[in-house]
């Protein structure tokens, strides 16, 4: 017979088990034990005497009960290992046989290749996440909080150890990335993030994924560094005189002077800051410039649907009336005309936002349905980025929806453009002093972008600045 195959081999295992254990084949095999050891010439065997070994075969037990015994799913008979009649040496054994084995021994489900690991305990973390939340004031987390959660980071991960010869670099990643956590987790807005709100997000899962992954630009929700340069450099950019502060001026020259200036103001009006010095001085820091930025270049995330709908609320009654899309679409018609473009008439274009968004409430245009509606990007550009606005125009509705709600994962809008801005700014540097760059041949492409003649401005220019504050987007009276 050949050999069994090794999971036929464990099926077959199973099987003689289920049989074994059976209390019937149990009965049945105690009483052919028993036979055989009341057998005549059992003893002289039994002590191993002088004389011949018995016949066992001449006192072979009747079959019957054996067969009896077989449980029902063993449908065909079960080969011995005595295939004919002949001298075989019998040791029964010198005390009574254990008794059988309990159906508890025998494992409920059978695993052919080993039991699978053990699960994590999704219960025990959430009550150690409970319990340092309760350790807070308030149990909510602050900026502080999370700041000490990125600059952990900074320290002990090795796909930012480049940044332990750039110290001056360290609160601004820090910056970013505590703005990325509380742009994502807080939900409410308020400046505190509960145990709630972290449950709800994937926060725990990338902090996870730290362990594993060497490559910080892999994790693009919070932690790229490669998504923070961007962000520092466009606000390099935007900030001539290089105080960490942009005025309305300075950003309205985003995206060569895409987004208009009611928008821009109605940014620099305090309906999406939380810093009160904004509307005193006039400007926003970087880290105000942080959610800007990601609001913009992507508007399909629940808070840039957020963010823009709070600024084109300008009653803050949560509804945007029909005076509040005419304030915004007056200056889109005005910049059309102004690159000889007819402009498409007020009531077309709010009769198209309607059939766009659909809102449960006719004529009145909600938080929820911007939600609920796949294309609000597609809405928002409308009254405020002429150039997306354009952009759109030139595509069919039909290629948007599918845009909107591809059939497998996709990159979002926000890390493309994080992507194509990289790349641009590496090729850039790269033109501007292809073979003095002044760095030896060892340097990784992460340690030749950090040492650019861009990083080396920044860090000379920003050193007599001393300490900056990370916090100042936020009232003081939530830290």
């Not at 005309?337 to 007020?346: H, M, N």
């Not at 290629?399 to 700014?425: H, I, N, Q, T, V």
């Not at 501007?432 to 040492?451: C, M, R």
Request: aromatic share 10%; hydrophobic share 35%.
């Amino acid at each position: 017979m050949p050999p069994l195959q090794p999971v036929l081999k464990r099926k077959v295992d199973e099987l003689f088990l289920r049989w074994l254990s059976d209390p019937n084949t149990q009965r049945a095999l105690h009483d052919s034990l028993r036979r055989i050891r009341d057998a005549p010439g059992s003893d002289d065997a039994t002590r191993g005497g002088p004389g011949t070994p018995p016949d066992v075969t001449r006192h072979r037990p009747e079959p019957p009960d054996v067969i009896c015994a077989l449980p029902l799913a063993c449908s065909r008979p079960v080969r011995t290992s005595c295939r004919s009649p002949g001298h075989r040496k019998v040791q029964p054994p010198q005390e009574d046989p254990p008794p059988p084995a309990s159906s508890c021994c025998i494992p409920t489900f059978y695993f052919p290749h080993g039991r699978p690991p053990e699960t994590l305990d999704v219960d025990a973390v959430l009550s150690r996440i409970k319990r340092v939340f309760a350790e807070f004031p308030q149990e909510r987390a602050t900026v502080g909080d999370m700041g000490r959660v990125a600059k952990d980071v900074v320290n002990t991960h090795p796909g930012l150890s480049f940044l332990k010869e750039a110290p001056e670099f360290h609160s601004r990643y820090i910056t970013t990335v505590i703005q990325r956590i509380f742009y994502t987790v807080n939900r409410s807005w308020s400046g505190w993030i509960t145990c709630t709100e972290l449950r709800r997000s994937n926060f725990l899962q990338n902090v996870a994924l730290l362990e594993v992954e060497p490559d910080i630009n892999q994790l693009t929700e919070f932690f790229s560094y490669e998504h923070f340069y961007v962000i520092y450099c466009k606000f390099w950019e935007l900030d001539t005189d290089h105080d960490l502060q942009v005025d309305a001026q300075d950003l309205g020259r985003h995206s060569d002077h895409a987004i208009s200036s009611r928008m821009i103001d109605r940014i620099f009006s305090g309906a999406v800051t939380r810093d009160r010095k904004v509307q005193k001085n006039g400007k926003i820091s970087y880290a105000d410039f942080v959610w800007f930025l990601l609001s913009e270049e992507d508007k399909k995330t629940p808070t840039s649907i957020e963010y823009w709908f709070r600024c084109m609320d300008l009653d803050g009654d949560g509804v945007l009336s029909l005076y509040e899309l005419e304030y915004f679409y007056k200056e889109q018609m005005r910049r059309l005309d102004a690159r000889a473009i007819e402009p498409l008439p007020l009531e077309d274009c709010v009769c198209q936002m309607l059939d766009l968004v659909q809102p449960r409430i006719p004529g009145k245009i909600t938080l929820p349905d911007l939600k609920r509606c796949k294309l609000a990007h597609v809405f928002f550009d409308t009254f405020f980025n002429v150039d997306k606005y354009l952009d759109y125009e030139q595509r069919e509705q039909a290629s948007l929806l599918r845009e909107s709600d591809p059939d497998g994962p996709e990159l979002s809008d926000w890390e493309k453009y994080a992507a194509e801005e990289y790349d641009f700014l590496v090729t850039e540097e790269v033109a501007g002093d292809p073979w003095d760059d002044g760095l030896p041949s060892e340097l990784s492409p992460v340690e030749q972008k950090l040492w650019s003649p861009l990083a080396q401005r920044s860090i000379e220019t920003l050193a007599p600045l001393g300490k900056v504050d990370l916090y100042a987007c936020v009232d003081r009276d939530h830290v």
